[in-house]
């Protein structure tokens, strides 16, 4: 997915005709893609596991992919300057590591899911006879995570969640093929992440490092409104 951050610059670059001033106006537009987790919940997870890997037998792991869809309003004002908000939620497919162990099959299931609203302040340029634009933007977000999992072994459900602020960075490009519908493709990430501890067991903590954030890759479409 990271290639889809390479497109968008490519895409901007090579987009002629550069403008001292941003088309003006308001825009919303809706986006789908992949969430590249920064923490290391998925790689914990592994770790933890790692020692019944060794003793167990019939071992398969299912990595868990976690996709995002974001919706987003967009103000550009002041020749070239932007202001932006929306929200983005993230949900994986269910990971999964099956195993047998003392003549038993067991499975551990995993989960992951997040939200976030973001407000960015950054530059948007025209490109191609206004037709395009390429931006940058900085901002903060407020966001939620949840890493759920049930252990095989004997049945429970541990929960594990995070939630705060955290600075973002943006970057992309989109194209107008009317005078008011485009396709944007963009890049964002996101730091927003904690070592959540919980008690599992008797006498017995476990930590992971959940995320609220992460590194998106999106692509969809933006209308303008005004």
């Known amino acids: ?105 067991y499975e551990n299931m995993y989960n992951f899911s997040s939200w976030e609203i973001p407000l960015t302040v950054g530059i948007s340029i025209d490109v191609a006879d206004s037709r395009g634009s390429i931006y940058l933007g900085l901002g903060m977000s407020y966001g939620s995570a949840t890493f759920n999992y049930t252990y095989g072994l004997d049945s429970h459900n541990y929960h594990f969640k995070n939630s705060g602020f955290g600075p973002h960075f943006l970057a992309g490009a989109n194209y107008f093929v009317t005078e008011s519908l485009g396709l944007f493709c963009e890049f964002q990430m996101t730091s927003n992440h904690d070592l959540i501890i919980n008690g599992i067991g008797a006498g017995y903590k476990k930590g992971y490092n959940i995320n609220a954030g992460g590194m998106f890759y999106r692509f969809g479409v933006v209308y303008k409104v005004l």
């Open 1 to 105: 997915m990271k290639k889809l951050l390479i497109v968008c610059v490519i895409s901007g670059l090579m987009l002629t005709g550069l403008k001292a001033f941003a088309r003006e106006g308001l825009f919303a537009g809706i986006g789908f893609g992949y969430n590249d987790i920064t923490s290391q919940t998925t790689s914990d997870y592994k770790d933890d596991v790692s020692d019944v890997i060794q003793t167990c037998t019939n071992d398969k792991f299912t990595d868990m992919v976690p996709l995002t869809v974001s919706g987003h309003l967009q103000y550009n004002v002041l020749r070239y300057l932007f202001v932006r908000t929306g929200f983005n939620y993230t949900f994986a497919t269910e990971g999964k590591f099956t195993f047998t162990l003392g003549g038993s099959d």
